[in-house]
């Protein structure tokens, strides 16, 4: 063999060990790249059964602890229920007692407890002082063309009634119609009520200041002027001689008379002449 020959079997030679390892090394690869991707799947697949898990635990531990929280709100819930039931029928038994506390103290029972059994207490007693004013109002309220007054003061009488011709007023320097008595007086006596009957109004003008007007009844009326410090109030009953208040001083009307009772007394809404009413002297 000639050393070309022996060159160039050497070559080939070489070249099939080469392509031997060359093919050797891409066996190897080839199982080792599949045995890396077989690793590489079965850890992503263990791994997402770890996951898988993991989720699972986690949703079973929310769970009951949801479930816990559920019972437990259930629990509360129920003893808050019984409780409220409980203060309901507490304020039931409240509700009934204070009912019939209420109506032990509208039948008149001084032991109904509360304000409300007094108030109810003192409605019926005003009821009953009512109604007995208002029957003795009925009784002594009934004056007539026969019944007569007596004087509200002793004093002597400044100017007289007088409607069918005028009369002199010297506060005001004229002549005028005079529907009333003006009786003197000093300042500070009692002016007596002339007749039974009942307070009707308590009015300020300023004429007559400070009046009085006394219900007579049967149309009847009289009314007190030029008054201070009047006791009664409207509505009222008052009998012959009770005190309507004290003589002040007289409004610019009368100022030249001086202090004095302006006594005016009325049928149905007309002037008559008290005199015709009064007691004697």
Known sequence: MTPRQKQKRNRKATLAAVLCFVA?????????????????????????????????????????????????????????????????????????????????????????????????????????????????????????????????????????YSMDKTVYFATLDQYKYNPALVISGAEGDQVLCGAPGIIKSIDVTAQTGTTVTVDLGNGYEVLYGQLKEVPVKVGDQVEAKSILGYIGQPTKYYSVEGCNVYMELRKDGTPVNPVDYMTKR
């Open 24 to 160: 050797a090394i891409a066996i190897v690869g080839t199982y080792t790249m599949r045995d890396y991707k077989t690793v590489k799947k079965e850890g992503e697949l263990a791994k997402a059964q770890l996951e898988e898990q993991k989720k699972a635990l986690e949703e079973a531990s929310q769970e009951a602890s949801g479930n816990a929280q559920k019972d437990s709100a259930s629990e509360s819930g129920t003893d808050g229920a019984g409780t409220g039931g409980k203060a309901e029928k507490s304020g039931s038994g409240a509700g009934t007692t204070g009912t019939a506390s209420k109506n032990a103290a509208t039948a008149g029972n001084t032991d109904g407890s509360g304000n409300n059994g007094n108030q109810d207490g003192n409605r019926q007693t005003n009821g009953s002082q009512q109604a007995a004013r208002t029957a003795g109002s009925a009784s002594s309220a009934n004056f007539t063309s026969d019944s007569k007054m007596i004087w509200p003061v002793s004093g002597t009488v400044l100017m007289n």
